[in-house]
């Protein structure tokens, strides 16, 4: 591994965006990042800001409102980038699947590298989902479902 | 100078960088151990600027690149004129100048929240630069010379004869590290996205980074100097002064820009013309 590839496995900085869901996804990344889990001791910050951003972290069902909105943001990250989809509603539209104004997942929009399931997910199931991310950048293949 | 002091002072200049982004490390795990967290590793910010480094740069015009390394180099200089012993006001002209660099590059993106952090960082130097004068001009009053050199020749530590210059000295500190009640500009946890920082990427923002461990080396170098004789207890002072910012920043919640100018200027101006009156009344200052 080079000081690069470490580098970048070290220091994931992660931009929120949610597409519109419930907010219990939303509140559970919140959560994620308060001190009780302390994510920044894996160099995991919340940046905001999407041109610095190595990890984007999505929530809720896309609609016809805000595809524009998330594809834009995508293409400001620079690469190298990951997606996560957190929540069901970011994996496949969830309850919301079918409703006329709601084009379903993440990934009918944009590439997603990790899907991370259940409403609302955990934070311990949102951390873990970084941490494959991390490994996915890092080359190595992901084990098969536990 | 002889060629062992110019060596060691280029040596010094050169790793003022790395200096800063230890103390910036230092600075993260602190913050998180006062927060009872445990904190990134000491190495952190070294990890988060490679990583930048090697990253894709979105570059929004040809001048950012320019205003990157200008905010790098004008540091540099900075911290080179200090380690060369040379006049404390061009130290603050080329810090000055540094600062000037990422604004004009905030201003220059099409960024309404780039735009609005260039503001408050205008101010914040608005803010902090007159009572660095000020703090100068008093140790011009002591010393008589505006030369670091001339501190060092003046033989006697400046504390006992300055201690509330380092108290509004204490007040720039927080300012230029960009931490509460004063991180209006850069890092106001998201208010304006990044502010000043929001249109940087890439190799670009890890010149910012680098830029900015520079100047927080910079800034403890000419803190040190309050006891000038002796490089360990200046270098505790310093430190010390460091830790206090970081104290500071946790205790204490984000004001708006109105209220740091007049409390740096208020504090600050006050400070250093009592200081400087006691003296002339005690007869240090003829």
Known sequence: ?146 | MDYTATLISATLALAAPLIGGLLMGVDRKLTARMQERVGPPLAQPFYDALKLWGKTAIIDSSLQPVLAFGYLGFALVAAGLVTFRQNLLLVLFVTGMADICLTVAAFNAKSSYSYLGGRREFLAMLSYEPVMLLAYIAIFLVTGSFTIRGIYEYGAPLLPVLPAALVALEVVLVIEMKKSPFDLSGYAHQELVRGVFTEFSGYTMALIELGRWTKLATALMILSLFWAPSPVIGAAISLAMFFVALIVDNLYPRLTWQRMLRTTWAVGFVLIVLNVVALAVGGVIR
């Open chain 1, 1 to 146: 591994m080079t000081l690069l590839q470490k580098a970048r496995l070290k220091s994931p900085w992660v931009m929120h965006f949610d597409c519109g869901g419930c907010n219990g996804c939303d509140i559970e990344v919140l959560a994620a990042l308060t001190p009780k889990f302390d994510v920044e001791r894996f160099g995991i910050i919340n940046i905001g800001d999407p041109k610095q951003a190595d990890v984007m972290v999505l929530t809720g069902p896309v609609n016809h409102k805000n595809k524009r909105v998330l594809r834009d943001l995508y293409e400001e990250v620079p690469d190298p980038k990951m997606v996560i989809a957190v929540g069901t509603c970011a994996c496949t539209g969830g309850i919301f699947h079918n409703c006329p104004n709601i084009l379903g997942g993440v990934n009918k929009v944009i590439p997603v590298d990790v899907y991370v399931p259940g409403c609302a997910a955990r934070p311990e199931q949102i951390i873990d989902g970084v941490v494959l991310a991390l490994k996915k950048l890092a080359g190595e293949a992901p084990e098969e479902d536990e």
